[in-house]
């Protein structure tokens, strides 16, 4: 029929080859959510079994209804598992993908599970179960790798090397105390992964499609039976929800802020130049041209992969902040952020924990550079302070009189001369060379939190009894 094709061909014209049966498609590909949602096919099933055993023990649906619903749902886990389930992208996502499935199993009494519930409230739940069990992953590795770090600080707290700021050399530090800033950074994400969990447990499921249900449904029962604290207090908020994944994502985005500045040390460090480690070959790759190269590739992908992180916390920040109450389907778009987040986060400081395992300390390389910069500057000063009783502003003009010679002479402040060191302040004695070795400056600095050896081991021992 001329007509029929004029209109077909019209239609293909506009929508493009690619959807080649009409507007359906392009509606069926914008919405579904199976491709990724399908990750969530535990939690959807576990949360249907807690739902169904409610609904009987309420006597809203029968125990025998519930019985067949219970074991429809169990052969379903075990048919995705074995992989044989077939998900279809039709059924839009992963909760109606289960529901028809279960309707082919067990009949009619399938269609009695969504009673009293929506796949507003069943998505809330389902995706606040994945990202709960996905924090406590988070805070297992970022133990492993806080241990990784008290070994190298314990092995390392008398290994002196230069502390900078500017990235220039400021006073010698303790590899040891360097490694114990790395334990605080990750000790406090690891405290912010607990107050997520803290702050996400509380059970959706019950809040129905926003405004609860008239079914005499048990919220604490399923609350209990899937692990939460207690139900959610208010199913407006329960349903448009999505604070949890904001701070998962805002705490992804902190620790791997973390561990991208602990890469770019990383990077610096194994540099010829500096020559402070060397890395493992397990996480550094070599050129294909130039022999002589080791790179920290794995470094730097961990340094990427923070970008990626930090975006997709601005991605859902962006997508809930234009939000209506209660759910839009806008929202749907939160889940692959997480997921993507999560598994760059989960390599990252996976790679990282082996880094700081594996890598070689170069002691000697550390002191040489440690030693130079006149980084005991700070201890002459103090000393004329301490010893000869100058005000700090006098000990400091002193003292940069004394790196002028050095700088002059071509050698460092220990190695100038007593008669050179009296030359600028009649006062100074032989006791001064006691404060100018960089192991005197360290050794001096007990102030609590400070870079003594003695000092870093109270902070390792501290650490070690909360890890
Ligand atoms: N796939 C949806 C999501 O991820 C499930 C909830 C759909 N709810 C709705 N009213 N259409 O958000």
């Not at 900078?164 to 050399?169: D, E, N, R, S």
């Not at 114990?180 to 990750?186: Q, R, S």
């Not at 199913?235 to 994502?249: G, H, Q």
């Not at 002691?363 to 040489?368: E, F, H, I």
Request: net charge negative.
């Amino acid at each position: 029929m001329a007509d029929g094709n004029s209109e077909t061909k019209s239609s293909n014209q506009m929508w493009g080859g690619r959807f080649a049966s009409g507007p359906d498609a392009i509606m069926e590909e914008i919405n579904a959510s199976i491709g990724f949602d399908k990750k969530l096919y535990a939690q959807d099933i576990r949360g249907s079994i807690a739902h169904a055993t409610m609904l009987a023990h309420q006597g809203i649906i029968s125990a025998d209804d519930k019985d067949k619903i219970v074991h429809g749902l169990n052969t379903i886990l075990s048919e995705i598992e074995s992989g044989a389930f077939e998900f279809s992208r039709r059924l839009e996502d992963i909760h109606m993908n289960i529901e028809a499935r279960l309707a082919t199993l067990i009949g009619p009494a399938a269609g009695r599970l969504h009673t009293a519930r929506s796949r507003n409230d069943q998505v809330a739940l389902d995706f606040r179960l994945w990202v709960k069990e996905e924090l406590q992953r988070t805070e297992k590795a970022l133990t492993a790798l806080i241990a990784a770090f008290l070994d190298r600080a314990e092995e390392h707290a008398d290994t002196v090397m230069p502390g900078f700021t500017h990235l220039q050399t400021a006073q010698p530090v303790t590899f040891g105390h360097h490694c114990m800033a790395y334990v605080e950074m990750f000790g406090r994400d690891r405290s912010r992964v607990r107050h997520a969990i803290e702050h996400m447990d509380e059970s959706p499921i019950g809040a129905a499609a926003l405004a609860g249900t008239g079914f005499p449904i048990d919220r604490h029962m399923t609350a209990k039976a899937l692990g939460f604290a207690g139900p959610t207090r208010n199913s407006i908020d329960t349903v448009s929800d999505r604070d949890f994944a904001l701070e998962f994502l805002s705490m992804a985005s902190i620790t791997a802020t973390h561990l991208s500045r602990l890469a770019e040390e990383i990077v610096i460090w194994s540099t010829p130049q500096f020559g402070f480690i060397r890395l493992s070959d397990a996480f550094s790759t070599g050129s294909s041209i130039m022999p002589q190269k080791k790179n920290p590739d794995a470094a730097e992908l961990v340094r990427a992969k923070t970008g990626r992180i930090n975006g997709s916390l601005i991605a859902l920040l962006t997508v809930m902040k234009g939000l209506p109450l209660a759910y839009s389907k806008d929202m749907q778009e939160d889940k692959e952020q997480v997921f993507d987040s999560a598994e760059s986060l989960e390599l990252a400081i996976a790679a990282m924990t082996g880094m700081v395992r594996d890598m070689t300390i170069r002691s000697d390389r550390m002191k040489a550079a440690a030693g130079s910069g006149y980084s005991t500057a700070t201890d002459l000063a103090d000393w004329l302070v301490r010893e000869a009783g100058l005000p700090f502003r006098d000990a400091h003009h002193v003292t940069g009189r004394a790196v002028a010679l050095a700088e002059q002479k071509g050698c460092d402040l220990a190695d100038l001369s007593l008669a050179d060191l009296q030359s600028i302040h009649a006062d100074i004695t032989e006791k001064v060379f006691d404060v100018l070795t960089v192991e005197a400056s360290v050794a001096s600095r007990t102030s609590f939190g400070g870079t003594a050896p003695n000092e870093v081991r109270k902070q390792i021992a501290w650490w070690r009894a909360r890890n």
